[in-house]
């Protein structure tokens, strides 16, 4: 029987109308999974595994010898029997019971499972991980930047404090800069940690969990920029005038000390808040911190000026009970300390591709090509359905960002940017410098977190390489293959990433919701069908869908160039964009469906 995921041989017996072909499977090359994670339920026999993909439409027949205590419901993990041939019912062995299915921490593992991520660090690893020194001690080449004053600034809840930064105003302008923790001083090239590293290709985040691509005591420890401890750092330096234009770059490796470590929520309070306590607390940093804001502004504005493009698409921040379970979904803040680290991350990256590009040196870029054009044109036939009065297309930065401006604010804002979002394509590695589209950069790359993401670490090789005028002794040719190969390679990761952090929140969602069913909240229509009217929460980001057939009062015509649906005796209209006050009525976790219905119109948000 082949099962999701397996790699087959088949026969193609003959392509029908539609242009589908029909075929029948020879063989069965490779499986894709021997292991499959399920619910367990009890019988007459002993109990039977439904598998959690309901792609893999069987149940798994399991021995619960070694586990009388198992309760229905409970999730584990089985070995498929692959001498078993049977269709509908395999036979199979517990490998693992990983417990009540509401729990962040068997959840994760279901997305591990489901994405087949890597999670364990190999036995080597562990070896050269323990066999790590803390002795951190100035050596030739290194600059002592220990009089610098660095900070760091992340959330409440980072460990990992991978970046440091430090403004100093000069007589034109402000000197900046970025200290990257060295990661490649700790994982030489071809060391099992690299190996399992480069596997990974990057840290995923859960909330409240993460998997991470570096062994706890180098992303939490060595190469953690901690406070009042001497770290080992790649920096940037960078001159700007009093307008951002970056006027000289220097890349050094360095040995530094953070005197700080600040949260987002606290540079927010000193510059935003002016609060008078925390200013008070702060002292020796206010100045400093007042140079930063000013150089991210400034920075912010050239950026702007040049056609970079900000979507404004709020996220949600997972507060979790202390046991695992969901506390409360809220918009995650982002503000001016946000965006005053993200200017300066900007700035280190752009100026180390643009060294790379200046002296031709072979690395890995982080490109983002133009949009498919027609992609584009459709996004502004849809705009005008809206009312938006769009300027003439233009398949260029400036034209998207103008785009963006004209929405800020509107209910519309959330659907244009999704859909904008939508004609990109991905940004990913390569070390052909195609730009940066979205960032209007012509050289752009990965440096700025070397803990969390492999191309980074990549890019800290080449940087040391350059300093130290030194090559890896590879020619032109095959470098250029084995980075085009690593790039590939380390974009899927990146995007497997992105789909497991987006399946772990969806789940979570799915989970919080049950508790909410027969309460009204306020939604804005993202998408129209003549079956279904697709909603998302404004407070919870929750997507979900109302069904057309229970809209009370008169039947609905669906006009698919509008995106709305007409009422045909009350006129009225339910259009993509409109903001509607929904009741929630069910969620069904096996299919991940959520399902609303509308509040009667009275309840209805005007807008």
């Known amino acids: ?58 149940t798994v027949s399991v021995d619960i010898g070694k586990f009388p205590d198992l309760r229905d419901g409970e999730v584990i993990i089985v070995k498929i029997d692959e001498s078993d041939e049977s269709y509908r019912n395999v036979r199979g062995e517990i490998l ?27 036995e080597q690893t562990e070896e050269e991980t323990a066999a790590l020194t803390a002795e951190i001690a100035p050596e030739h080449g290194r600059e002592d930047l220990r009089d610098i004053l660095h900070v760091t600034i992340d959330g409440e809840t980072a460990k990992d404090f991978d970046d440091a930064v430090a403004v100093i105003k000069t007589k034109n302008g402000y000197r900046l800069y ?38 706890e005591k180098l992303s939490n420890n060595l190469c953690s920029l901690m406070p009042d401890q001497d770290r080992l750092a790649l920096t940037a330096i960078l001159s700007f005038d009093r307008q951002g234009t970056l006027k000289d770059k ?21 510059l935003v808040d002016q609060d008078k306590e925390t200013r008070n607390t702060y002292k020796p940093f206010l100045t400093p911190l007042k140079w930063a804001g000013e150089l991210a502004k400034a920075l912010r504005q050239k950026r702007r000026d040049r056609g970079a493009l900000g979507f404004t698409l709020p996220e949600a921040d997972i507060e979790l009970e202390e046991d695992g379970r969901i506390k409360a979904i809220r918009r ?47 996004f502004s036939i849809f705009a005008k359905t809206l009312g938006l009065q769009l300027p003439k297309v ?17 209910p519309k804002e959330y659907i244009v940017n999704n859909l904008l979002l939508r004609t990109m394509q991905q940004a990913r590695y390569s070390p052909d410098n195609a730009g940066h589209f979205g960032l209007a950069a012509t050289d752009y790359t990965h440096f700025t977190s070397p803990i969390r993401r492999y191309p980074d670490l990549m890019v800290h090789r080449e940087v040391c390489r350059m300093i130290n005028l030194q090559h890896d002794g590879e ?28 399946e772990i929140t969806d789940r979570l969602k799915l989970i919080f919701m049950e508790k909410h069913i027969g309460e009204t909240f306020d939604a804005v229509i993202s998408g129209v069908t003549d079956t279904l009217l697709f909603v998302e929460l404004l407070q919870l980001f929750v997507n979900g869908a109302v069904a057309v057939e229970d809209i009370e009062g008169e039947h609905f015509f669906h006009d698919p160039r509008h995106h709305r649906l007409t009422g045909e005796l009350s006129r009225k209209v339910y259009q993509i964009g409109n903001l509607v006050r929904v009741i929630l009525i069910d969620v069904d976790r096996s299919r991940k469906r959520i399902s609303f219905k509308l509040a009667s119109d009275k309840e209805e948000i005007q807008g």
């Open 250 to 270: 220097r890349l050094v490796r360095s040995i530094i000390r953070s005197r700080q470590r600040f949260t987002y929520t606290t540079v927010r309070k000193i």
């Open 475 to 502: 020619t032109s040719h095959r470098k250029h293959f084995a980075l085009k190969e690593a790039g590939d390679y380390l974009s899927t990761r990146e995007r497997i990433a992105i789909s497991a952090e987006r």
């Open 332 to 378: 995650a803040e982002h503000n001016f300390a946000h965006q005053v680290i993200e200017e300066f991350m900007l700035a280190a990256n752009e100026a180390v591709a643009a060294t790379f590009t200046e002296q031709q040196r072979k690395s890995l870029y982080r490109i983002h090509e133009l949009p498919d054009p027609d992609k584009v044109e459709e």
């Open 96 to 122: 693992e019971v990983l417990g009540p299915a509401d729990n962040i921490d068997v959840q994760m593992r279901l997305v591990i499972e489901k994405f087949r991520l890597p999670h364990v660090f190999s």
């Open 178 to 215: 970025v200290s990257i923790a060295d990661v490649s001083h700790f994982v030489p090239t071809g060391s099992a940690i690299d190996h399992d590293a480069y596997e990974r290709g990057t840290s995923i985040y859960f909330p409240g969990r993460v998997i991470p691509m570096l062994p």
């Open 394 to 410: 233009e398949n260029s930065p400036h034209w998207f960002a103008r785009v963006l401006d004209l929405c800020s604010g509107s």
């Open 1 to 58: 029987m082949a099962r999701q995921g397996d790699r087959i041989l088949i026969r193609v017996h003959r392509t029908r109308n539609d242009e589908r072909p029909e075929a029948s499977v020879i063989k069965i090359l490779a499986r894709g999974t021997e292991r499959i994670a399920g619910f367990f339920v009890r019988d007459k026999t002993g109990g039977h595994v439904v598998p959690e993909d309901i792609r893999f439409p069987f």
